[in-house]
């Protein structure tokens, strides 16, 4: 099975660690990876602020990028919403645009929903060993509906899976949100920490990074002891035998 | 009399008409099957839940007691007329009522609420205005009563509702301005759901043009609030204690 | 009500750091959340997705012919011996009700929950023109008495704890302090009963108007609608033009709806049912009844097809209630009368002014909202269409967006166009961050807009070599296992 990896712009400047891991735990499992370099970002920041011109023009970009991959694998839940969802919305007036849009959209997967829907089984190590809690991605969970997935992969990585208080509610990052109204965004943060330091878990995990960035960037603040990881890390991790 | 005149009216209707794209009203009624179907077809269904209900009576019976008792009624399931004036004689001695207020319907022909309240040494009174009372009367009486009394139209199993439908001799306040009040309830007048009362409702409307459906009330279990802290509280304008005597 | 929403970034951050205020949010959201789950848990399979679908398709299809349905709501309701007036805006509304107050000669007034009346300040209306208003919903009544506007669409008074009550019956009612729920809803119970006996006037809102037969549903749990629809001689409800239905057999189907979206009951207390003023022959009711059907804005949404579904709205708060950023801050921030994501949608669209520019950014675009709506209104796409309306220049409002935040976009733009330009502005980047970065992070983000973000987090640097750089490095000559 081959498939193209659209790493996200997060993790491509922020996260390449991200990256390594999906490639790791893809490559295991028996995937060719390739990666299209001329990918940059899909246009989600332009397009949830309101600037469909410039959403637009990145993701036309895009379209031309992946014209030929067979599936393309994104380890996040907004850009993979992005690319499956709202590039329909933005081609809806361009008939051969939004064929290709569409074409796109199907052949698109959000990592985890990848792993356990298209590569199936995934014959992962289970070295992973502590307890996880899981955070849904509010575009994984609402535009995509996945949250049965990663749960499944962390617990076949051997992690203790253990939910947190309202795991569906939204972490409060919203891109250009976060910055435009930083008081409200890290009380809606606030909470979150709260339900995951309960839970007593080493790490929480998600699958998208803006959620990840967020919920890091306050841990490393407050200099709490949990970590924050991309699912795929967390599976990359096991195969390594290694603990959280 | 206030009333708006019919230039000024067209003229707001105009620019909904032109917010939605249009220029001139519809020339025909919008294919919307629940407004168009025809009165025979309407007594059909109407027909077919009559059947029904009755066909499924024990069932429903039971559903709207569970619901009914779920909804913070107080159930008092009777066999007969007898019984159940007495369960209403039992209610009021219960509260220590001193006046009894109620409706003035055929059902209390059969079922001798007033002298059950008199063996419980309390003092029915009938809320209908006439020779010797007036709608202020009945209006203040209402309001210095311990417990109403009313029948009720219908009842819905599924949502542990009474129907009341006000008229001569069913006053509105009956059943609201005291703080204890009982439904007598047959049980061929409880329906299975919502649907089955509407269905007939329109019905009627059909068959009446003008008035048919003036004025109804459900009354689905104890006035309640969660005004204040959102802490539920049981009573506040309405009565807080609400008991349900099915006759079957 | 006048428009306040121009300073929703000082009150939504007043609000966060209003400990009292939270403690009240988080009890009351978290039990509406819970008892809306639970109760839609008896509708099995995809029923209860059934229900939203065929609610949402009436709606939609109301709307596209409500000039019709308007229509029949005055046909029938004439027919039933009452009144119907439409009215452009609030302004027209309230001089259409005071007009019918002065013709009754009504000194005293007494109002179950209205929303419109709330978009009218009816209350400051009446007591201008000498009319005592009196709102006896309890949670309306307490804000009244506060003087104040409600905080939540379905629990105006949420945000009181009962000390704060006790205080404000003390100061009006004249009654002895208590810290007893049970109490201090005798003590409203008591002082409302007089005035249900003496008032003239009765003025409700409707939660549906059905075409068909001309009827106002009232859904309440208190029985002050009831009370507010039968003692008083003339009973004026007061509508917005989308709460038509079409026919008296989809009342069933919002009834289901409503009453477990909004505070997960399966019904509530009491519905009414009002079709027109009582019979001759009947005990008690209004002698004379008016259906004020009120546009003020209405039409702007009506117009847009973009924002037409936003009137299929039945006012449940479910939306609210789930809404990350509401059940942090609060309804009052939103600055007018409807909060929560749909107040973000249709406050700019009602009111048409500039100061509400900043609600459709009070969001996550989570989605939470859209999957709770029983009409399935898509409300973060709505928001995204304000946004991207403001990105654009709406020539009939100022932009929201600063020109700042449009040069980053473009900077954005430009950066992302080739793989190339991207490595070329992360070098610049990585560059520029190095005497902000401290063991692998940065605390302070001295750059517009993104300095926000320093506030309680850290930013991630970025990294020493891109995704694409270790990809060409080590990762693109690895094999496949």
Redesign the interface.
Known sequence: MRAALCATCLVDQFFPEVGEAVVAVLRRAGVEVSFPEEQTCCGQVAFNGGYEREAREAALRFLDVFDGSEHVVVPSGSCASMMKVFYLELFEDDPALLERARSLSERTHEFTEFMVNVVGDTAAAKGFEGKVTYHDACHSLRELRISAEPRALLEQAGAEVVEMQDSDRCCGFGGLFSVKYPHISTAILEEKLANIEATGADAVATTDCGCLMHIRGAMSRKGMQQRALHVAEALAAANAGEGA | ????DPE??AA??????E??G?TA??EY??D?P??KSAAVRQEEKVRTIEARSLARRDRIVETYLE?AAR?GWRVHRVWSPEDAADAVGDIAQGIRAKTVARSAEDLFRAVDVDGALRRNRANPVV???GRSRS?AD??RLA?EADMGVTGVAYAIAE???CVIT????????TS?APPVYAAIVRAEQVLE???D???L??HQ?QRS???????????????????????L?I?????GEVHLVLIS | MSVRTAQFRSASAQAVADPKLQTALERVMGHFTEARAHAIEEFPGDSWEQLRERASAIKAHTLEHLDYYLELVDKSVTRNGGHVHFAADAEEAARIVLDIAKQAEAKQVIKSKSMVSEEMELNRRFEEAGVEPVETDLGEYIIQLAGETPFHIIAPAMHKSRQEVSALFQQWLKSAPTNEIKQLCAIARDALREKFRTADMGVSGANFVVAETGTVVLVTNEGNGRMTTSLPRVHVAISGIEKVIPAIEDVSLFLRLLPRSATGQRITSYNSFVSGPRAQSDEDGPEEFHLVLVDNGRLNLLRDPEFREALKCIRCGACLNTCPVYRKIGGHAYGWVYSGPIGAVITPMLTGVKGAKDLPYASTLCGACRDVCPVKIDLPRLLLRLRQREAEGDPARERSSTWLERMLMGRWSNAVKTREAMERSARLGRFLQRPMERSGRIRRLPVPVLSGWSRGRDFPPLARKSFAQVWRERLAQEPSE
């Open positions: 009399m206030t009333t708006q000024a009216k707001f209707l105009q620019r909904v008409r917010a939605i249009r009203p519809l009624v919008p919307y629940p407004l619901n909804a809320l209908a205005a709608r009945v209006r309001f949502t542990a509702s006000p008229r001569k001799g069913v006053a509105r306040v609201l759901t919502l649907d009362y509407f269905a409702v329109r409307h043009r003008t008035r048919s459906f003036n004025y109804a009330n459900f009354i689905s279990g104890p006035s309640r609030t969660g005004d204040i802290e959102q802490t509280t009573g506040v304008h309405g009565p």
